[in-house]
């Protein structure tokens, strides 16, 4: 299940970053101020809105105990993750590959970068957190044969299922290597020397990827500001449909 829902969201994301290609042969000027135009536009802003629960329950403990009577973090996570693409295809929709905007322009671009920061953080930081964790357990086993140490439990626990679906053209499971060990001392310094290189390079790539999370959060920022903007600009100057 868990695997057929990554699946629909990686569909999503790329159709989303394909979609604006679609100003090459497909331009609709009046369809965001019509009236099928505003309601799209209107179902995008609710979906982006409910974004926002999980946010709140994460940052701050009264929210987080209000919800949790409700629903679980689990589910909140599940509903920022599908709102959080679906909002800005039906926002790409509702502009309808009219650019002329400087604001419209550039809620696109920003909304584009907010779900690929996203992405990074749910998807491919996780499995880069998960072979940092196998790396260092296939290190802790590897100090334990060359000192001639029993292996702690944390190594001699039962390697885990290989990944599947599309995370494994992108992914390999780094779990501890348990029995196969080299048997040669001089092979298990150079494999220690190798494990810990790897460790400290997987290291500095979780660390530079980790900062998504305070430009995916100040990207959202901006998307909430450009669109009361963009709200605003829309009421002063009027709506054709009505």
Not at 98 to 124: A, D, H, N, Q, W
Not at 128 to 133: D, E
Not at 178 to 203: C, H, K, M, N, Q
Request: hydrophobic share 55%; charged share 15%; glycine share 8%.
């Amino acid at each position: 299940m868990r695997e057929r829902g990554d699946l629909i969201v990686g569909l999503l994301v790329a159709f989303l970053l394909l979609f604006p290609l679609g100003y090459l042969v497909h331009v609709s000027p009046r369809f965001p101020g019509s009236l099928a135009g505003g309601i799209v536009g209107i179902v995008a802003l609710v979906l982006m809105l409910l974004t926002l629960p999980y946010v709140a329950a994460k940052h701050i403990p009264w929210v987080d105990r209000g919800l949790s009577h409700f629903v679980r973090k689990p589910t909140l996570l599940a509903i920022h993750i599908y709102a959080g693409v679906l909002a800005p295809i039906l926002g790409l929709v509702h502009a309808a590959h009219k650019f002329e905007s400087p604001v419209g322009l550039l809620l696109t671009i920003i909304l584009l970068m907010t779900v690929i920061t996203g992405f990074i953080g749910r998807y491919l930081l996780a499995q880069i957190a998960k072979a940092l964790r196998g790396r260092k357990s296939e290190l802790a086993s590897l100090r334990s044969a060359f000192l001639d140490e029993p292996a702690t439990a944390l190594t001699m626990a039962a390697p885990k299922a290989p990944l599947s679906g599309w995370k494994r053209y992108l992914f390999v499971v780094a779990d501890a290597p348990g029995a196969d060990l080299p048997e040669d001392r001089g092979a298990l310094a150079a494999a220690l020397a190798d494990t810990e290189f790897a460790i400290r390079a997987e290291e500095a790539t979780n660390s530079l990827f980790a900062k998504w999370r305070f430009l995916h959060i100040l990207l959202a920022c901006l998307i909430f500001g450009l669109l009361a903007l963009h709200i605003g600009a829309a009421i002063y100057f009027g709506l054709r449909w009505l």
